[in-house]
């Protein structure tokens, strides 16, 4: 769609903030169906749901998110509380565990915007503002049970949304970390640092994480080369029977009782039948300081940085092609076109025992979550949509009967119709004009797809009829004209068409359920006229 | 639910900020009801909706609210664009149209949070951060057909939340109290000022209006009391028909506009059969500056501020109770228990027909809207609902099964039933114990309500089979101890069995339609365990 940018009056400019985004027509529609199919299995899996505000006392969120706290956005001080927006849904759930006493365990989701000032890569659903959808368990069980059933929620999620072998979990554990930085040698303060700098080695070589290492953050070369043996390692069950051997490592007992996670873990996620979407991928940490156990991340294809020249130059003719269709509408800071930027993961998430324990003196809940990133895999499956040409004309409106004149102006007898309709709780329209022209009002019914026309005549109306007409009928079929019924019985004959439409399933959740998404750009399409 | 204030470790305040709150338990089920039931309605209407970003540029937002202004919540200047919370659905809607230039015509509706930096009553939901339901009509049509058809709607919503005869809808035409007072001789500069003052005619007698209008606004007293003698009154047609009569607002272009417009506007309420529910009250002003006609606001009790010096009393022992209860969570600055205080409108809005134009001069596009007020509207339901004592055992979450163990751990064995079901797409939990206690496992499921069992037992599973149970059956019922099925047939027999529970009709959905919202509170309730 076209954004008119700077043609606002008295010189300010007409757009969004930087990294946020409107959402409509075909977009919206996309986006919706991947709410309900992820609110689906949250629910399939015994979760309620819970609303937070979205902003917190700034205090709430100090000391949460390591490195990337710079990147929280604050509100001003306008004289009172010191607020924050949200930068997860992770922290004020632990807050609001904290707060509500009576709560000792819980199956939560919640479905909200967060917030954070990182530079924006627009298109490829990397923003500031974005929502995320996380499920998490709260409470005290036997090992590894809940995060098993996480993982499996996860992968319920990507093949519920048709993505089957195309998707993988990365795992780690942050004990299994630990204790690998602990044996080689890492001093206790710098293991945070650390950790963020192996973080990396998904989207950096080895080198350049080490020189991280070692020239920015001071660690001892030989220190980090010990690191490099393991972090660069992944694999599946022989990486974990391969590690529980290491007698240096088994001798720690974080990495120890990590490694011992991980056995149960896998046992587990063998017998939900995921576990050959599991990826044990040893440089996976994470940036978040409240992790205390399993970690994991999901990543498809996409995730990672593209590079390579050639492509270079394909990416750049493709940004100037989309910037003269104003897709880049907030302008040349967005890296939505840079190779060296990938979609990232489009899911992540972890094991968190102490987050409750920052919170209340009085008591601490175990908990584990995992969070769904719903741009990002907008941003894939809007460019899957596009690859396959599934886009062309589903409705965007869900209206089932326009109420037309035929001639003249019937506008009391047009109100009167639809508000029969309207009373039986049938979706209709007409148009708001005195005299409208029959064609303009065909219209508006078409491009909408309006399944059925409802149409008045004076001589029928004096009768106390009136004709239903189904949209889209050939020429030569016996109905086209419509069929003639009794004012009096209109909204029973309506609801009995509706049915039998139902039936034969052109509705949108029925195509979207035979995973045939077709979309039509709302915009480009003139609206009831 | 007992929220636990000031226990946080090292010293800062457990509480979410000023005017905002947790949603958890039976209060979001009451919520997404009234949610469901608005989007019912919009659609019915045949809206689309969209979506923008919970913060604007501050400029985008500057000039439009007049004296509120001041309420609006600034981001902190972080470096980069300056950027303000949305303090309505209104601005963004009409910047989004004026940045579309391919959209003439619209209907949408959005359900988003915006932000006021008033004096919050928590409890009558006078909120900071609150819910609005927008519904607005963008587009050149004839003159009030979308007025009424939104008037329509707005009837529509509160019929279907079941306030049948409990709500008013107040209306004004803002060119006829502009006209009143070009005609009573108010200068144009304290037009503004002025027509404020008269909206605060529903909560102040005239003589405290009539004093900010001459001591603190300069307004000569004459002139106030001409403006006295229109705005108190109240009526209907009789009203209209009665200033229609009066020569001196009839001369006056802008008033005889008005007129114009509401006589229409009644001849189409009445055919939508909605005009017993409008009051034309000539007090109501709306403190928002971008209004250009027709102007409405929907009361019903407890919108009004309550009096008397009995009430009171009883309010304070109230107020001391619920502080007891932890609902006044935010402190004595809630004015939830202030008498003076009522819930205000539950729903309000009007034509805009600049406020597009204001940011675009390319294009104007004449709008009309209404906005629901969900807390207060949740609010009086709930109240409503506490009065009926209607609040009792329906479910939070949507288990249909709860798999367990008879005697044994089964662990292997329940998490092989479960990903059965969970295949099948069937809401299923089992306990996260390697060894669970079965009277431990019955209760979890008894306390979710869920209405099924599914229970293995060692000898059972050696022949491949399980025993599906009916929960809450009686003591001396055939089935009471469970049927035995077929592993291999379980999905097909629960499916079976959950299909005849849905015709009893026993799910929320059905009591709710029946208007018996029985709702539990979720918090109380000990979680699978």
Chains 1, 2 share one sequence.
Not at 64 to 85: H, M, N, R, T, V
Not at 485 to 510: F, H, I, M, S, Y
Request: hydrophobic share 35%.
């Amino acid at each position: 769609m076209a954004r008119d940018k700077g043609e606002a009056k008295s010189g300010f400019q007409l757009k969004v903030p930087k990294g946020t985004k409107d959402w409509d027509g075909k977009d919206m529609v996309i986006r919706d169906k991947i709410f309900r199919t992820i609110t689906d299995v949250f629910k399939r899996h015994g979760a309620v749901t819970i609303d937070t505000p979205v902003f917190e006392l700034k205090e709430i969120l100090s000391g949460k998110y390591g490195e990337d706290s710079k990147l929280i956005y604050d509100l001003a001080d306008q004289g009172g509380e010191l607020c924050s927006l949200r930068y997860d849904l992770t922290v004020p759930f632990a807050r609001w565990l904290a707060m509500n006493s009576s709560v000792q365990s819980i199956k939560r989701y919640h479905i909200a915007k967060v917030y954070r000032r990182d530079q924006p890569a627009m298109n490829k659903g990397r923003m500031r503002e974005f929502y995320q959808c996380d499920f998490d368990i709260a409470g005290t069980y036997d090992p590894m049970l809940p995060d098993a059933e996480i993982l499996r929620i996860t992968c319920e999620i990507f093949e519920a949304l048709g993505w089957k072998g195309r998707y993988t979990i990365k795992i780690n554990h942050r004990k299994i970390l630990d204790g690998i930085f602990e044996v080689c040698g890492v001093p206790t303060d710098k293991l945070r640092t650390i950790s963020s700098a192996v973080d990396k080695l998904d989207k950096s070589p080895w080198d350049e994480v080490r020189k991280e290492m070692t020239e920015e953050k001071g660690l001892d070369g030989a220190v980090a080369d010990e690191i490099g043996k393991y972090v660069q390692q992944k694999g599946g069950r022989d990486l974990l029977t391969e590690l529980q051997k290491d007698e240096k490592l088994s001798s720690n007992t974080s990495a120890k009782q990590g490694l011992a996670d991980m056995d149960l873990l896998f046992a587990y996620l063998d017998t939900f039948g995921v576990l050959e979407r599991i990826s044990f991928d040893m440089s996976l940490a994470r940036g978040l300081d409240y992790y205390t156990g399993v970690i994991y991340e999901v990543v498809t294809e996409g995730s990672a940085p593209q590079t390579g020249e050639g492509h270079k130059m394909q990416q750049r003719a493709k940004k100037e092609a989309k910037s003269r269709n104003g897709v880049n509408f907030d302008g040349d800071e967005d890296r939505s076109n840079d190779p060296s930027v990938g979609v990232g993961s489009v899911a992540a998430g972890g094991r968190y025992d102490q987050l409750v324990g920052m919170f209340s003196g009085k008591k601490d809940i175990p908990c584990v979550g995992v969070s769904f990133g719903v741009e990002r895999i907008f941003s894939i499956e809007k460019a899957r949509l596009e690859a396959e040409k599934t886009q062309s004309s589903v409705r965007t409106n869900e209206v089932d009967v326009f109420v037309m004149a035929f001639g003249g102006s019937l506008l009391t007898e047009r109100m009167q119709v639809c508000k029969q309709l309207w009373d039986a709780g049938i979706k209709a329209e007409f148009s708001w004009k005195v005299k409208p022209k029959l064609p303009q009002q065909f219209k508006a019914a078409e491009t909408n797809g309006v399944p059925f026309a409802v149409i008045l005549g004076d001589a029928e109306w004096a009768e106390g009829k009136v004709k239903i007409k189904e949209m889209g009928l050939s020429e030569d079929h016996p109905d086209k004209n419509g069929v003639p019924v009794e004012v009096k019985n209109l909204v029973e004959e309506v609801q009995k068409r509706l049915e039998d439409t139902e039936k034969v399933g052109t509705d949108v959740e029925a195509l979207e359920k035979m995973g045939e998404v077709k979309i039509e750009d709302a915009e480009e399409a003139p609206k009831t006229s």
